[in-house]
């Protein structure tokens, strides 16, 4: 996840550069329920309206979070699903802020209203991320219910108004990219306090549709828009916090950005950026699923790590005995082809894992989703070229998913 707002503020405002931050646990998105009133088509969770067997109990919540608070988690993002039809969702949110964490709620809104947004509010949540998928048209498409957009946005607004931080968090795709320019001026109308633009990550449907991937170019312009919005914002004196995640390639192309429009200070943010270091699975994001089994992060439900309900996350952290979390685990990753030859390794970490996996079978092979060209990355043209982005091979009964 690469936060754009700070890096460009120390472009608008420079200042020396402050020791790293000693990182005490990784931040945990945990996916509390599976359940969901919509069946979304880029949802890496694959979730359902049905009741999902074997989730844990509130007891068993609150158990796995003192264990999660003594091992040095900062943050919780509490999500689904949709965790708003956990009933006890409350009680876990306010037991979570007793404890000291910085909590997230991550919803699609649509069950967010006048009979509920002041008990939200009271739970004292540090940030309410919301869905959107585009504006009405397109959302209400993806989100497979009509109306759900209008749902959501008076979701922002309730929650906005009841004096909440609220952001939009929008994934995106061919099918969806045309709305971006539209949807940042609805943020901005909005004053919403944060956009996150997430590409899309070879998971759950997202994985089924990895065919509607935004092509390099696309994603080019994509973070062109979101820069130029950022850098206004901060012009303006009115910054916003925009966010992106799912393509640690964001951080080198920022820094060429910079290069471009100021290029004496781009040797001051490349610092900074491999500080920053980049892709944070296995090492700084951890995922916890709905049956508590443990992932290096959302996007990695195909690989357990072990069960909370057996053995408690500070142990099953740390262990390296799986392949994977051993090479996540270590710097520089043991990336191959395009990525390990790429000059930029100590800024994205490799980028995305699970992409490579999913199209290779491969760990370590290069990242399909990198848009930056051979000479950005200083390799020779054609040397290293990527996977080829293939359909989802559908099983029959899969075709309906």
């Not at 979570?96 to 964490?101: I, M, S, V």
């Not at 809104?109 to 504006?135: K, M, W």
């Amino acid at each position: 996840m690469l936060r754009l707002t700070p890096y460009l503020q120390s472009v608008a405002h420079p200042a020396p550069l402050a020791p790293p931050r000693q990182s005490t646990g990784p931040v945990v998105i945990w996916n509390l329920i599976r359940r969901c009133n919509l069946t979304c088509k880029h949802c890496y969770s694959v979730s359902a309206d049905t009741v999902f067997p074997g989730e844990l109990s509130t007891a068993e919540v609150f158990t796995v979070m003192e264990d999660l608070r003594a091992f040095g988690v900062p943050v919780l993002i509490l999500s689904g699903g949709e965790p708003l039809m956990r009933p006890d969702i409350y009680d876990i949110g306010s037991r979570a802020k007793q404890l000291g964490f910085y909590v997230g709620l991550s919803s699609n809104g649509t069950l967010i209203d006048r009979s509920n947004v002041g008990r939200i509010a009271a739970v004292g949540f540090d940030y309410v991320g919301i869905s959107l998928d585009g504006l009405r048209t397109t959302h209400d498409r993806f989100r497979r219910l009509d109306g759900a957009f209008d749902s959501s946005l008076a979701a922002l607004r309730l929650c906005r108004d009841a004096g909440m931080k609220v952001g939009v968090r929008y994934t995106m795709t061919e099918d969806n990219a045309h709305d971006l320019p539209s949807l940042l001026q609805l943020v901005d109308d909005e004053g919403i306090d944060k956009f996150y633009f997430s590409h899309l990550n070879y998971a759950g449907r997202g994985n089924k549709h990895r065919a509607d991937d935004a092509r390099h170019a696309r994603t080019r312009w994509a973070m062109d828009l979101l820069i130029e919005s950022c850098w206004q914002h901060i012009q303006a004196g009115r910054p916003k916090d925009f966010v992106t995640g799912n393509n640690d390639a964001d951080g080198v192309y920022l820094l060429q950005w910079v290069g471009r429009h100021h290029p004496t200070l781009a040797e001051d943010l490349r610092r900074r950026l491999e500080q920053w270091g980049g892709n944070a699975s296995g090492v700084n994001v951890a995922n916890i699923d709905n049956l508590g089994n443990v992932h290096p992060d959302t996007m990695w439900w195909k690989i357990g790590l072990g069960n909370v309900k057996e053995r408690p996350f500070s142990a099953i952290w740390p262990d390296t005995t799986h392949p994977l979390m051993a090479g996540l685990k270590q710097r520089p990753r043991p990336v191959t082809g395009r990525c390990g030859a790429c000059r930029h390794l100590a800024i994205c970490n490799g980028n995305t894992r699970v992409r490579a996996w999913e199209l290779t079978g491969d760990f370590w092979a290069a990242d399909p989703a990198c848009y930056l060209t051979d000479a950005e990355i200083g390799v020779a043209e054609g040397e290293h070229p990527l996977a080829e982005l293939t359909p989802y091979p559908r099983r029959r009964r899969e075709v309906q998913a």
